[in-house]
């Protein structure tokens, strides 16, 4: 069966360790254009995603919760694309 790749928007929670609310939000908005992956193969991404209690000495600094939302197609205008095999 064919497999197709289409764009679509990705919702999540970002968590930011800060001072004040004015560092967490100049640190989020350092976020934009982050390559992020939940593949460890690919090296887990620009931003870790984790699951860990907030309390917690392993939560990171910046982080983005393992639950998310898909909210539709990235624009009206996205389309499908084959994929072929050999990639």
Known sequence: ????????????????????????????????????????RDGGGDIPISGAPFNSDDMPEISLSPAMTCCGLWDEHSKPELQDDDE
């Open 1 to 40: 069966m064919p497999l197709y790749s289409i764009d679509v928007k990705i919702c999540g929670t970002a968590y930011i360790k800060a001072e004040s609310e004015a560092e967490a939000m100049a640190k989020t908005k350092r976020l934009k254009d982050a390559w992020i992956s939940s593949d460890p």
